[in-house]
């Protein structure tokens, strides 16, 4: 409690699934023999060694890919480099996208479809690509 209020509570009624794959495909590469955790609608952990309790749901895809939501609020696929506070809202981003960059065909293989490209500073365009 802080200040009268409840501010953590050991106890949860949200439920805690754990997801099993041959490959996961995060936002930092592949993992091999990856683990999910998600407790309620949010992903916790991600990994080869992730903790869960005794009680959480097992749900394994053996032989497959699966690819956790993730935004990336720092990504630098599709540029290159960041942006940083070179970009107003009236600029056009989509001429900043760089064609060659390795990084969108890691992402592509990972099974992200489209990407939102915004700079940090704020209010920014924004192009999906």
């Not at 760089?98 to 924004?126: E, F, M, W």
């Amino acid at each position: 409690y802080v200040d009268g209020r409840r501010v953590f509570d050991r106890e949860s009624n949200e439920r805690v699934r754990v997801i099993s794959a041959q490959h996961v495909y995060a936002s930092d590469g592949i993992v091999k023999d990856g683990t999910v955790a998600v407790v309620g609608s949010k992903i916790r952990m991600v990994g080869e060694d992730v903790s869960y309790p005794s009680d959480a749901e097992m749900i394994d895809f053996p032989g497959c890919v699966i690819v956790p939501g993730f935004v990336d609020l720092t990504t630098k696929v599709g540029t290159g480099s960041s942006f940083g506070d070179r970009v107003s809202l009236n600029d056009k981003i989509g001429d900043l996208l760089a064609t060659d960059d390795d990084q969108i065909k890691l992402a592509r293989q990972g099974g992200v479809a489209t990407g939102l490209l915004a700079s940090g500073n704020l209010p920014s365009p924004v192009v999906a690509f």
